[in-house]
């Protein structure tokens, strides 16, 4: 039974036509995720659904009462973040309503709370719509996908796990027809070339016909005509190739290589060593006494519940605190949220190149990656949006001399495309990174280890993180290939939560091991 339905609407911004939609609804006990990159319109198409913003074309007709939890959230000294979101969601599913509109609800929200709000949300009778980028949460709670893509609404049945599959699957399909299109056109054009070849060669007497028999009359004329046709027929040619539908090539990832001569230096050498480091704030104990090490080149998640000290744990690093020792060759990158570190009245592109130690070339190619190219490096700062900042600071401290990242939920306000693109450059960034987050497949992604904080103490993954022998690492590879293999056939069959974990967490160590084996060639 549809409660909501979108008739063919258009919704517009002062500079151009932001989406359009087929006649798309949402039917009851619906659990639709919203995805899209950031200003693709997806705010403002729940601000369509609830009557806050009329569509400049087309019509909506709502068959039952929608409610809207908005992106901003109010702030409560007395709570955090996550309790703010978590009471606001709760209360607004108490009312009841046919259709819930949900704008980020996991924002501030720890692993725990996520997992609780999408265990809740899947077990609402009413229909759900969501805007997330947490892929987990849309994995665990969506049944059908809803994608803002090049200015249209594209509607995707199934689990978030499906539109992915179904994804690659048009991008390689589309690729396939890329390639008949190239094929068909140089055969065209190939073709063209010769009549025109052709035709030239018939404007000159040819050798095999004597003077005297080229002064015959009618000679000329013949071979005038027979230009003229080889001339038509590289026309026809032409207007072939011209009337070819151009199909795009599949977007690829421009290749890139952010080693250093540092980098190599300090591989594997250990850059901070705890002894006996506790955690402790305004007389509070976060966590006992721990040791550790963090060797060059890792990358270290730091996970736990809201308020176990995730943040202080960075700080305590960074400032080295007592029990902590830090190598003189340290040069320290942090992300905060703040974005202090961005002066508004540069453009895009100066800010990036100011601490960058790579040429330009690369700081453009790490700039692509996260949707930046041509004109759109030199906007100035300050008219770009929360989350185009936000990956403007992150590309400068990849570029930059630090060789230590310490990134506070560096994920806060990226599109899913940009959080992809982020845990791409940091498989590819040599130096060592320590971040924070909750989102569960970013951290798969990203980390070759894992510390977690949890009932005051500090757990340690202590997985080996030296890059294993030629010869081992090749078994490895081709034991890791067979397992994904298996874990997909099942996956096939029906969705698991715990086997697409194992699926993750397959993919993250091949790519290392495929990165090991490039970094040796």
Not at 69 to 93: I, N, T, W
Not at 378 to 406: F, H, M, Q, Y
Not at 407 to 429: G, K
Request: negative net charge; aromatic residues 6%.
């Amino acid at each position: 039974m549809p409660l909501v339905e979108l008739q063919y609407i258009t919704c517009d911004t002062k500079e151009r036509n932001l989406f359009e939609t087929n006649h798309v609804v949402v039917n009851q006990g619906a659990k639709i995720g919203l995805i899209g990159r950031n200003g693709s319109g997806k705010t403002t198409l729940l601000q369509a659904m609830t009557g806050e913003r009329i569509p400049d074309a087309g019509s909506i007709v709502r068959h039952a009462s929608v409610f809207l939890f908005p992106q901003l959230k109010p702030k409560d000294p007395a709570r955090s973040g996550g309790e703010v979101s978590l009471a606001m969601v709760y209360d607004l599913l108490n009312q009841g309503a046919g259709v819930f509109l949900l704008d980020e609800p996991t924002t501030h929200l720890d692993e725990e709370q996520r997992t609780e709000l999408a265990d809740r949300l899947s077990r609402r009778a009413e229909a759900v719509l969501t805007v997330s980028h947490d892929r987990a949460f849309l994995e665990q709670v969506c049944t059908e996908i809803w994608e803002l893509e090049g200015g249209k609404l594209h509607v995707y049945p199934g689990s978030y796990r499906e539109y992915e599959v179904e994804k690659d699957r048009q991008e390689r399909h589309q690729e396939k027809e890329h390639e008949k299109y190239e094929a068909k056109r140089r055969q065209l054009e190939a073709a063209m070339e010769k009549k025109e070849e052709r035709a030239r060669r018939a404007d000159s007497t040819p050798a095999s016909v004597s003077r005297s028999e080229a002064k015959i009359t009618g000679a000329r004329p013949y071979f005038a005509k027979k230009q003229k046709k080889l001339h038509q027929g590289a026309n026809a040619l032409q207007s072939r190739i011209d009337q070819l539908e151009p199909v795009p090539k599949r977007r690829e990832l421009p290749p890139i290589q952010m080693e250093t001569d540092q980098s190599r230096r300090l591989k594997n050498r250990v850059l901070i060593r705890a002894v006996r480091a506790a955690g402790r704030i305004e007389g509070r104990t976060l966590w006992e006494p721990a040791d550790f090490t963090i060797r060059a080149g890792e990358k270290v998640a730091v996970t736990g519940r809201n308020g176990t000290g995730k943040t202080t744990l960075l700080q305590q690093i960074v400032e080295e605190g007592e029990g902590i020792d830090v190598s003189p060759a340290v040069i320290f990158g942090y992300f905060r949220q703040q974005l202090e570190q961005l002066e508004l009245s540069r453009t895009l592109l100066e800010q990036v190149l100011d601490d960058a130690v790579h040429p330009e070339s690369l700081v453009r190619t790490v700039l692509a990656r996260f949707g930046f190219s041509g004109i759109d490096v030199d906007k100035p700062l300050d008219v770009l949006s929360g989350g185009e900042r936000v990956k403007t600071a992150l590309a400068t401290l990849l570029v930059s001399r630090a060789n230590v990242l310490v990134l506070d939920e560096p994920t806060n306000f990226l599109d899913i495309a940009a959080m992809e693109a982020l845990e791409s450059l940091l498989q590819s960034y040599p130096g060592t990174v320590l971040f924070v987050t909750h989102d569960r497949r970013f951290r798969q992604a990203a980390a070759t280890r894992t510390f977690t904080i949890e009932e005051g103490r500090l757990r340690i993954d202590q997985q080996d993180s030296i890059a294993p022998a030629a010869g081992e690492r090749e078994a490895e590879l081709m034991k890791v290939e067979n397992e994904i293999t298996s874990v997909l056939s099942r996956l096939s069959l029906a969705p698991d939560e715990e086997l697409e974990e194992d699926f993750q967490r397959l993919l993250q160590r091949k790519k290392q091991l495929q990165f090991q084996e490039s970094e040796e060639e």
